[in-house]
């Protein structure tokens, strides 16, 4: 084993800080939008255009097509980085050139390649991953949005909601049932779906606790005809493709959640320092200094397990579990650790003046998107049974 990092991962990760205090950091507050009254910030579409530019969408893409094939470790270095300064545009960000560009990455033809990716990793065109929809969520097997073969045309029917990016988004990997008659194992395909196309619309943009600057969106498909070829690798096998890229897209949410909670943590040292009570700087107290060395133990594990899980993602290693672990743990640790921070900020925690405040209603969505900490557990227990050599069934 060996946990140090490179000379290359070292100074990858400074030109990451180095971007997000130049070009994040000074915009941070506009993306919250702490002038907007209904919970909508700022979508940071320009920023996202920069960041493609300075080559930070290109980890999980081939050079041939605008990447730069680092993978996912780099990916995680460039979520902890970015997710410390603006937790909402690295959302924004992770989802466009990963979570879209992820089913294309690993399922497109070349020609499907060429035609999107360059545009998606110079943050030119905006992307977006379709899977839930009203009456489906966890039980991603229900899905209902249909695509029907009509001569040399998909006609798509049906709502996608909760889709982050989804009003702003140029493209679509939209996940729809191809075959009705068999279960959605067997009859799920992927597209690559342009929402220019005749028949979609955004039904609304949803207000939410946290991540303001996001675009969190309810779609609607009525009928939208697109090409036969935008299907994206092979016709039914929409849910192996979708399982596959969920395991990458666990991890890459998980590190944005080390990057909130070291933010957080970093606020409280100083605070703790510099605010004095009783004659003392506060953390001379142990119920401050306790507080700072769980949370900082809390959070070196979450970088432990996040950093792993990434390492065998990267080798192609089976890492369904180590995926589902890293998340669960860091996406609630750092529910905690937000937590903690504001006590450890006292009233100047709970006010608007600190970022922590928000970073602990940013924080709470960690643990719902892209799978509750319930389904984690689900998971979880499913692999270690069958790891054990016992049925999966009912754990
Ligand atoms: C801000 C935001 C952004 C999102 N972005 C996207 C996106 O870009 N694309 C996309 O497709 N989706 C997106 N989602 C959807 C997200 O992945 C789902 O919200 C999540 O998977 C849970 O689904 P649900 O909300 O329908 O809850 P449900 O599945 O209805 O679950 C409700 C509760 O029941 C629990 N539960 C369900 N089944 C079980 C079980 N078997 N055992 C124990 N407990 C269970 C859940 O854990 C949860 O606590 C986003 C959601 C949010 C909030």
Same mark, same amino acid.
């Given at each position: 084993m060996d946990f140090d990092w490179t000379n290359d991962q070292i100074e990858f990760r400074k030109m990451a800080r180095d971007f997000a205090e130049r070009e994040i950091r000074p915009v941070a507050a506009w993306i919250e939008g702490r002038d907007q009254p209904n919970g909508l910030g700022n979508f940071p579409r320009e920023l996202l255009q920069k960041m493609g530019k300075a080559g930070f969408m290109s980890c999980l893409h081939d050079k041939e097509f605008g990447g730069n094939g680092k993978g996912l470790l780099y990916e995680c270095i460039i979520a902890e980085e970015f997710g410390a300064v603006s937790p909402a545009a690295e959302l924004a960000r992770l989802v466009s050139?990963?979570?879209?560009g992820m089913p294309l990455a690993m399922f497109g033809t070349k020609e499907q390649k060429a035609e999107f990716l360059p545009k998606i990793l110079a943050g030119e065109l905006i992307g977006a991953i379709g899977i839930t929809e009203p009456n489906v969520g966890s039980d991603t097997a229900g899905m209902k949005t249909t695509a029907i073969l009509d001569g040399d045309t998909w006609v798509i029917n049906g709502e996608k909601r909760f889709i982050t990016n989804g009003s702003q988004a140029d493209v679509l990997s939209l996940f729809a049932i191809t075959d009705p008659t068999v279960k959605a194992h067997k009859g799920m395909s992927t597209f690559l779906f342009e #929402?220019? #196309?005749?028949?979609f619309s955004v039904v609304k943009n949803y207000e939410m606790h946290g991540m303001h600057g996001m675009r969190v969106s309810h779609l609607a498909f009525n009928n939208c005809r697109i090409p036969r070829h935008r299907l994206l690798g092979q016709l039914n096998q929409g849910f192996k493709q979708l399982m596959m890229e969920l395991d990458k897209e666990r991890i890459a949410l998980a590190a944005e959640s080390l990057g909130m909670g070291r933010a957080c943590i970093e606020a409280a040292l100083k605070f703790s320092q510099e605010r004095v009570q009783f004659g003392k700087p506060i953390k001379d107290f142990e119920g401050i200094s306790f507080k700072i060395a769980e949370n900082a133990t809390l959070l070196e594990a979450s970088q432990l397990m996040v950093h792993r899980a990434a390492c065998k993602a990267d080798k192609n290693l089976p890492c369904t579990k180590e995926a589902a672990m890293a998340k669960l743990f860091a996406c609630d640790e750092v529910i905690r650790i937000c937590d903690d921070c504001i006590q450890i900020l006292g009233g100047t925690g709970y006010t608007c003046d600190s970022f922590v405040e928000q970073f602990y209603r940013d924080a709470r969505l960690m643990s719902i998107g892209g799978g509750t900490r319930e389904i984690m557990k689900y998971l979880i227990s499913r692999e270690v049974y069958s790891q054990a050599g016992y049925s999966s069934k009912g754990a």
């Open positions: 050139c990963a979570l879209f #929402t220019k #196309t005749p028949g």
